[in-house]
Nanobody, 125 residues
Framework: QVQLVESGGGLVQAGGSLRLSCVAS????????MGWFRQAPGKEREFVAA????????VYADSVKGRFTISRDNAKNTVYLQMNSLKLEDTAVYYC??????????????????WGQGTQVTVSS
């Protein structure tokens, strides 16, 4: 069992930045991959970014590449999502997720076993 708690969401103007955090507990954090997903109102949940267990490999959705950075601190059991140059279309509830079956980063939501409760990110004009 893994518990995930996100924080760091909020209201920001377009062009601004936010950093999301997700603290995990319940298993050896350094053994599994982590991901961030988001869901906007009326839309399907979509992949944002993922990071391998060691942190050496990352993958990003094309829509956020070059603006968002995923990282992790295995000593703190925490994964981060640094979001820069935010756009109106980045408004969504952001979820972190744990893939305890694999150390490899994955874009597929089906690969993730545990999910956080979500944190709202709202980008205003």
């Amino acid at each position: 069992q893994v518990q995930l708690v996100e924080s760091g969401g909020g209201l920001v103007q377009a062009g601004g930045s936010l950093r999301l955090s997700c603290v995990a507990s319940g298993r050896i954090f350094s053994s599994y991959a982590m991901g961030w997903f988001r869901q906007a109102p009326g839309k399907e949940r979509e992949f944002v970014a993922a990071i391998s267990a060691s942190g050496s490999s990352t993958v990003y959705a094309d829509s956020v590449k070059g603006r968002f950075t995923i990282s992790r601190d295995n000593a703190k059991n925490t994964v981060y999502l640094q979001m820069n140059s935010l756009k109106l279309e980045d408004t969504a509830v952001y979820y972190c997720a744990a893939n305890v079956r694999s150390p490899s980063a994955s874009r597929r939501s089906a690969a993730y076993d545990y999910w956080g409760q979500g944190t709202q990110v709202t980008v205003s004009s």
